[in-house]
Each structure stands twice: as C-alpha cells, then as structure tokens.
C-alpha cells in the first residue's frame, strides 16, 4: 500500500481515556480514515490509519486482563458482530458499522454497573503503576538533582517537565473518572 | 454460601439473573444474549462486554464453572453454590409477584 494510503496521527491518550479514543476513532472513520489493525503493537501517542470509504462505524475499547483468554475475548465480541482491530496493554479495540444498528447493539456495555467497572479497571491498572515511578523514578531523580550542587538549567528543565508529565497523569486519572461517571449518569437520565 | 455472595447477589441485577437462569444448561456468551432476547421478547439484551464481565465475575466467585470451550467459545454451567443464589432470588421474586396481587390475575 502506498504512503498516501496510511495516515499517522500522534496524539496521547491515557488508558483511562478509552472514551476519548473511541471518539476519535469514530470521528476519523466517518472522515474516511479506518483505524489500520495493528496486533500487540502501537503505542499511546501514535495511530496508523488507512483511507477507506468514510463511513459511519463505531469504535469500543474493552478491557481484558487474562491473558489466557485472549482468544476468548476477541471471539465473544465477533459474536455480536464486532471487529477486532487491535490491542494495548489489556485495553482492546473494536469496530462495527453503525447502518440499521439500535443503540444496544453499538455499545459494548448494557448496564452501569459493567460502564463503573470499565472505568475503576482503566484507573486502577494506572493509579498504581504511577504512583510506583513516582517513588522508584520521580523521586530520587528530583533529590539527587535538587542536591547537586553543579545542576545545570537543562537538569532542572528536564525534571520539572517529568513532573509535569507526573502531574498530568494524576489529575487525568481524577478528571477522567468523574467524566465517565457523569456520562453514565447522563445515559442514564436520557432513559 | 458466605456472607459477601449474598451480599453481592441477592438481590442481582436482571442481566445477571437471566445469565445464571440460563446457565440452568450448557451455554456461551452468545447464545445467552440471544435465548435472553427471545425469552424477553426483546427487552432485555446483555451486551459483549456486559456479558464477558458478569461471566468472568460469576465464575471467580464459583456460582458457574467453565465447562468446554468450542471454537474459542466458552461453555459454563451453574454450580451448586450458583443454584443456591438462584433459588433465594427465585423466592424472593416469587414473593414480590405474590404481594403485588400477581397470583390472582393468573
């Protein structure tokens, strides 16, 4: 396929921003761009699309921990007509058309107690993972650095963008948590 | 059957009491939502994911069992312990249709 064919984007998403993802993933589609499926590759700041007829397909992003049910997982969702179209770290992607579908059969989820669950897991896989660098990486490396008498501008530059990525990260956990609370609430008052 | 799977699933939820109503036989995933669809006459329908996290859950807390897996799909059957659940949602929701007078428009 020809370069003209793939585009990349790079945008970050946190796990926790599944619903952004989604979104986005959406939106591209209906612009005529399709998610390219990538296994077990990609990362949180790149996305690879291929030009496709724009069209209206919905993107989800499940969560499965069990490595052994991979293959499970993936064939639960066909199912129920879903397309798998890729993976990271636990968090899967899927797509489906969304001509002559009713709203149940474009969502992933059919009741809140499993929209909570999607969300306290998105969080929960981050929060301590964060708070492990904070004290392994962020921490030491802000002593030693705070304590060296010959620091350089670029030291301090440097730490206070790590703190910054740190920060981001805490307060997109707290942010997104309450977004995905309040969009159940929302789907919820709709009923 | 301990105190945190009662405190868990008695009451449950409708998507969680037709899984395990259903699971009475051998079923997947799948084939729960569809018989469920059937069985509501479309008004209750239990999604990919709302099924893949009620099954994983009900399994861990043993009230179904992995049975076979065909073609990637997995089979599971009730437990015991499951059965138990069932059949103290079953009277209470029993006695709920009797106090509301349901018994006598039969």
């Known amino acids: 396929m020809s370069e003209k064919n793939i585009k990349k984007t790079y945008k970050w998403f946190w796990d926790f921003d599944y619903d952004k993802q989604e979104k986005y993933y959406t939106k591209m589609h209906a612009k005529g761009w399709a998610l390219k499926k990538q296994e077990r590759e990609g990362t949180a700041f790149e996305q690879r699309f291929e030009k496709c007829e724009p069209a209206n397909v919905v993107y989800k992003v499940g969560y499965n921990a069990v490595k052994t049910g991979r293959g499970s997982f993936i064939k639960m969702f066909e199912d129920y007509g879903w397309e798998y179209c890729g993976e990271m770290n636990d968090f899967y992607c899927f797509r489906k058309s969304a001509d002559g579908a009713s709203a149940e059969e474009l969502d992933i989820f059919s009741d809140d107690e499993s929209r909570l669950n999607m969300s306290k897991k998105a969080v929960t896989v981050w929060l301590p993972m964060l708070t492990m660098c904070t004290f392994c990486i962020l921490i030491p490396q802000t002593v030693s650095i705070l304590g060296d008498t010959e620091r350089g501008r670029a030291d301090l530059t440097a730490l206070i963008l790590h703190w910054a990525v740190y920060v981001w990260g805490y307060i997109g956990v707290f942010v997104s948590s309450r977004r995905h609370k309040k969009q159940i609430k929302k789907s919820w008052d709709q009923k | ?106």
């Open chain 2, 1 to 106: 059957m301990d105190d945190r799977i009662k405190r868990v699933y008695v009451p449950m939820s409708e998507t969680a009491f037709y899984i395990l109503f259903c699971l009475r036989r051998e079923m997947h995933g799948y084939s729960i939502t569809q018989t469920v669809k059937e069985m509501t006459g479309g008004e209750v329908i239990i999604t990919a994911g709302t099924m893949y996290g009620t099954l994983s859950k009900m399994e861990k807390d043993g009230l179904i069992s992995f049975v076979r897996e065909e073609e990637k799909r997995k089979l599971y059957r009730i437990t015991a312990l499951g059965q138990e659940v069932l059949d103290l949602e079953i009277r209470r929701i029993r006695r709920l249709y009797r106090n509301i007078g349901g018994e006598k428009n039969e």
